[in-house]
């Protein structure tokens, strides 16, 4: 099984911004897609961002224009940049990947944020 670590996660201010990093075993560029989902309390797992192999981005429409999906292919690395936080944001947010020719997802054990005063 392919091991993902997510680190960066904490507690910030409304408003406030952290990186999210999340670090693969393997060649990021083994995958069709590398992305972040998010589970806040008493809620199902929700999609955040994701970063195709060939670089293409998506988000969903709560985070679009806050948050930035990165890549750096030589660190096997892939990074949630997260700006304007707000409490909503409060998750635990998960590393995810998909490897080309597979069906099923594998997943990192997810790194807390939480966005309060």
């Known amino acids: 099984q392919v091991q993902l670590v997510e680190s960066g996660g904490g507690l910030v201010q409304p408003g406030g911004s952290l990186r999210l990093s999340c670090v693969a075993s393997?060649?990021?560029?083994?995958?069709?897609?590398m992305g972040w989902f998010r589970q806040a309390p008493g809620k199902q797992r929700e999609w955040v961002a994701s970063?195709?192999?060939?670089?293409?981005?998506n988000y969903a429409d709560s985070v679009k224009g806050r948050f930035t999906i990165s890549r750096d292919n030589a660190k096997n690395t892939v990074f949630l940049q997260m700006s304007s936080l707000r409490p909503e944001d409060t998750a635990v947010y998960y590393c995810?990947?998909?490897?080309?020719?597979?069906?099923?997802?594998?997943w990192g054990r997810g790194t807390q944020v939480t966005v309060s005063s």
């Open positions: 995810t990947g998909r490897l080309s020719g597979h069906v099923n997802n594998y």
């Open positions: 393997g060649s990021i560029l083994s995958h069709d897609y």
């Open positions: 970063i195709s192999a060939g670089g293409s981005t």
